[in-house]
């Protein structure tokens, strides 16, 4: 069977399954082969607690680049006392890092584009890779309605960049939909979300956003071009 009509088999057994119901079955179908990325987002959050209130066997895995909020590492660790679960970590390689300051400066990501996805890459992108090595399924908690960017996404995608099938449990939600699951199952958040931050990645790159902006427009806000990091190329 190809690829794509793989995909789509998947895509249309999983249509009418809720999250929780698609998470289950996702964790029955490829065993041992199911990974979950999280930035310990709301949306994040909503299938941490799916995944550990199921008792999925699915790895939950976060990346820490180093530029973090101090808020983001709290919750990780408020998250895993919270669901008794771990959360593995991984980090960007410390040659890369000593390189990439080296070559750009400790901020440089400010100066240029190029300069940004520099570090983007070394930070974010290849510990993905190395996360997601192996496994058949990567897990997010990408919402369509996130930002125009993403308005066309699938339930179920072909990764390209990093040769994996990509299941997007949370594609449909509303972001109400999500704060009342996450008020109704008293599910721990990033306080930085009550100050007016919508996406919170790197302190550096990261600032509130004013009603009415769209959610992604806190996320390298000097920049024109679409706020994506290359880790949901698409
Ligand atoms: Fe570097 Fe900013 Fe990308 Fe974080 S978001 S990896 S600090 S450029």
Known sequence: MSQQQNISD??????????????????????????????LGQEDQVITQLIASQNLSIQIFSLDTGRLFPETLDLLSRTEAKYKTQIKVYYPTTSSVENLVSEIGINGFYESVENRKSCC????????????????????????????????????????????????????????????????HRIPYNPLHDQGFVSIG???????????????????????????????SR
């Open 10 to 39: 998947l895509e249309a057994r999983f249509q009418s399954l809720s999250a929780a119901e698609g998470l289950e079955l996702i964790a029955e179908l490829f065993p041992g082969k199911v990974v979950f990325s999280t930035s």
């Open 121 to 184: 890459s070394v930070r974010k992108v290849e510990p993905l890779k190395r996360a997601l090595a192996g496994n058949d399924i990567w897990i997010t908690g990408l919402r369509a309605e996130q930002s125009a960017n993403r308005s066309d996404m699938k339930r179920i995608e072909w990764d390209e960049s990093n040769q994996i099938i990509k299941y997007n449990p949370l594609m449909d939600w509303s972001f109400d939909q999500m704060i009342a699951y996450i008020n109704e």
């Open 202 to 232: 790197c302190a550096p790159c990261t600032r509130a956003i004013l009603p009415g902006e769209d959610a992604r427009a806190g996320r390298w806000w000097w920049e024109e071009s679409k706020k994506e990091c290359g880790l949901h």
